[in-house]
T-cell receptor, first 114, second 112 residues
Framework: KAGVTQTPRYLIKTRGQQVTLSCSPISGHRSVSWYQQTPGQGLQFLFEYFSETQRNKGNFPGRFSGRQFSNSRSEMNVSTLELGDSALYLC?????????????FGEGSWLTVV | SQQGEEDPQALSIQEGENATMNCSYKTSINNLQWYRQNSGRGLVHLILIRSNEREKHSGRLRVTLDTSKKSSSLLITASRAADTASYFCATDAVESNYQLIWGAGTKLIIKP
């Protein structure tokens, strides 16, 4: 079956603009998580959704938001972009929200803010 | 917050040698997972070890877990050029509401 799909793969935005990234999880997966990864850094957790409800949220400003739709697809939005928002944004899905589940990552969306 | 800390931050070895990476964490966990990331790509799950397990194998991978020391190690035997990647550990802490906590990763370079 198809893996986690993220769109767009690459995008360039200007400071002050906003951006929406999309994630389609593996079919049947109900949990979607988002991460930010900057060059040379580990993964910074943004938020996690399960069955359209945000279950966990990382320590990011309110400019970062997300949502999940009834078909489990998810979007994240960053408003008023700053240069420091340039990063690889990764989406991951898992079948349930239980401990010990393997999570499957998409290839990521590379965001460059100029 | 980052609970897991990988050590070393970077490791460069010759092809055919074994590579060992370590991960330390701070709180009690349900399980610990290791993932691999090729440059600029998504992460790929390698292996999961539960808190009641001490060692686990998968092909050329061997993972150990010492809950008394709050640490885990990932051993890759007979390394290959294709093993060049960053390796991350992720812990599922007991109090974390199933949120995975990630380390900063170990960058492994296999020299031909």
């Amino acid at each position: 079956k198809a893996g986690v799909t993220q769109t767009p793969r690459y995008l360039i935005k200007t400071r002050g603009q906003q951006v929406t990234l999309s994630c389609s999880p593996i079919s049947g997966h109900r949990s979607v998580s988002w991460y930010q990864q900057t060059p040379g850094q580990g993964l910074q957790f943004l938020f996690e959704y399960f069955s359209e409800t945000q279950r966990n949220k990382g320590n990011f400003p309110g400019r970062f938001s997300g949502r999940q739709f009834s078909n489990s697809r998810s979007e994240m939005n960053v408003s008023t972009l700053e240069l420091g928002d340039s990063a690889l944004y990764l989406c991951a899905s898992s079948a349930t929200a239980n401990s010990g589940n393997t999570i499957y990552f998409g290839e990521g969306s590379w965001l460059t803010v100029v | 917050s980052q609970q897991g800390e990988e050590d070393p931050q970077a490791l460069s070895i010759q092809e055919g040698e074994n590579a060992t990476m370590n991960c330390s964490y701070k709180t009690s966990i349900n399980n610990l997972q290791w993932y691999r990331q090729n440059s600029g790509r998504g992460l790929v799950h390698l292996i999961l070890i539960r808190s009641n397990e001490r060692e686990k194998h998968s092909g050329r991978l061997r993972v150990t877990l010492d809950t008394s020391k709050k640490s885990s190690s990932l051993l890759i035997t007979a390394s290959r050029a294709a093993d060049t990647a960053s390796y991350f550990c992720a812990t599922d802490a007991v109090e974390s509401n199933y949120q995975l906590i990630w380390g900063a990763g170990t960058k492994l370079i296999i020299k031909p």
